[in-house]
Nanobody, 123 residues
């Protein structure tokens, strides 16, 4: 039906930058809010940032002023620009999206997750 494929993770030194991408594909009618979450072992998945279809954004307190979320609706893609990275940003980052798909005569909305991409901040 719908797949979210993330890319752009990797190893970066403290203070460095990375840009994550997440592309949605499949039987998409429209995409509403898209976002990024992260998780470390033994902890709950936490909000990093979200962006609505009208491009209203929301950020977790720990990333405000350092991370920027954006989207390209023509490409069904959401981005996360991460600057001034810290070791505590190390986590698996997951893409999330509310997607309306073609289902019979009426599009229906479902939530989807990507497979995750590892971000490691270390010297």
């Amino acid at each position: 039906q719908v797949q979210l494929v993330e890319s752009g993770g990797g190893l970066v030194q403290p203070g460095g930058s990375l840009r994550l991408s997440c592309a949605a594909s499949g039987s998409i009618f429209s995409i509403n809010t898209m976002g990024w979450y992260r998780q470390t072992p033994g902890k709950q998945r936490e909000l990093v940032a979200t962006i609505t279809s009208s491009e209203s954004t929301n950020y977790g307190d720990s990333v405000k002023g350092r991370f920027t979320i954006s989207r390209d609706n023509a490409k069904n893609t959401v981005y996360l620009q991460m600057n001034s990275l810290k070791p505590e940003d190390t986590a698996v980052y997951y893409c999330h999206a509310y997607v309306r798909i073609y289902s019979g005569s009426v599009p229906r909305q479902y939530a989807y997750w990507g497979q995750g991409t590892q971000v490691t901040v270390s010297s």
